[in-house]
């Protein structure tokens, strides 16, 4: 059976997945990443995790999804793109990914890691049906996609739609790990939550089922913050579907009643009338699949 292998790299976890044509996950491996190493140890470890794989099977394509805006779509033609900002991995920040990634025998592409949760969700999710609309991913940072008129939207230079980095906030300083301040990654990601709260995302997942207030309180705040992010960009682009991936979307219920009202409450009477925010249900799935797809998109299988 001919196969794809997909890599999905996060601030806080590495998925590397083997995925049929038809989008089944035949095997999947999740590690931890290391945000504080060099770009070189990175591309060592991942070189030798992918080689590993590469003996075993031979995959039609190798496809990845980073947490970095990159000038162009990259692929194996391609050269001297080098990353211009990763706030969630630093150490990427100039890197020439062309370059990083020739030890490939095999046809490979890098995308953004919300463009392929977004495409995830195009192909097998909650977008199916959609011509267009948003996918957001909710983890370590805040990533962002958008489809418009069926399809993905790179922006001018390939660098579109950092949603994460949306100012919602002039009065504090809240500082975020872009460089800049008071953006909606500041206030609603899983690194936000933990610098208030002093615990994880996960741990306060666990609270909020117990009904401690301390947890039910933050995912509350953090609602509203999406909710002011997602109302804004409604009134932006009249996209009536906001779909909500990465681990921290396993909250939804906690965070939803907060985010809605204040999406609606953000949003203009036209735009917000058939606003809906939704959680996705391929999870922690969506980007592997959606890097898939460019394998697939590539061979136009
Ligand atoms: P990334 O893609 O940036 O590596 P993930 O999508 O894997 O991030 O999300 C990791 C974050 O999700 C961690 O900060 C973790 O605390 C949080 N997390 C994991 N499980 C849950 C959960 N059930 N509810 C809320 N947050 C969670
Ligand atoms: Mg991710
Ligand atoms: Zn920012």
């Not at 199916?128 to 990533?143: A, D, M, P, V, Y």
């Amino acid at each position: 059976m001919e196969t794809i292998l997909a890599i999905d790299i996060g601030g806080t976890h590495q998925r590397f997945a083997e995925i049929s044509l038809t989008g089944d996950i035949l095997e999947k491996n999740t590690y931890q990443s290391h945000p504080h190493i060099s770009s070189e140890e990175f591309f060592e470890i991942l070189r030798k995790r992918i080689s590993d794989r590469l003996k075993k099977t031979s995959f039609l394509g190798v496809a990845v999804a980073l947490p970095v805006l990159m000038p162009v779509l990259m692929n194996e033609k391609v050269g001297n793109n080098s990353v211009q900002d990763a706030p969630n991995l630093p150490f990427l920040v100039g890197v020439d990914l062309a370059q990083s990634f020739s030890f490939l025998s095999v046809p490979w592409i890098v995308e953004n890691d919300a463009n392929c949760a977004l495409l995830g969700e195009a192909w097998l999710g909650e977008g199916q049906k959609e011509s267009s609309f948003c996918c957001l991913t909710l983890g370590t940072g805040i990533g962002s996609g958008l489809f418009l008129n069926g399809k993905l939207w790179k922006g001018v230079r390939g660098m579109a739609s950092e949603m994460g980095h949306l100012k919602i906030d002039f009065l504090g300083n809240t500082p975020c790990t872009c460089g800049g301040q008071g953006c909606l990654e500041a206030f609603a990601s899983a690194t936000a939550l933990q610098k208030k709260t002093g615990y994880t995302a996960q741990e306060l997942y666990g609270m909020a089922c117990r009904r401690e207030s301390l947890a039910l309180h933050a995912f509350e705040q953090m609602g509203e913050s999406l909710g002011r992010g997602i109302g804004s960009v409604a009134n932006l682009l009249n996209i009536d579907l906001f779909i909500l991936a990465g681990r921290l979307s396993q909250a939804f219920e906690f965070f939803y009643p907060s985010c809605i009202r204040v999406a609606k409450e953000s949003a203009m009477k036209g735009p917000r009338q058939h606003l809906k925010i939704v959680q996705s249900k391929l999870g922690d799935d969506a980007g592997l699949l959606g890097a898939a797809w460019l394998i697939k998109k590539k061979f136009q299988l």
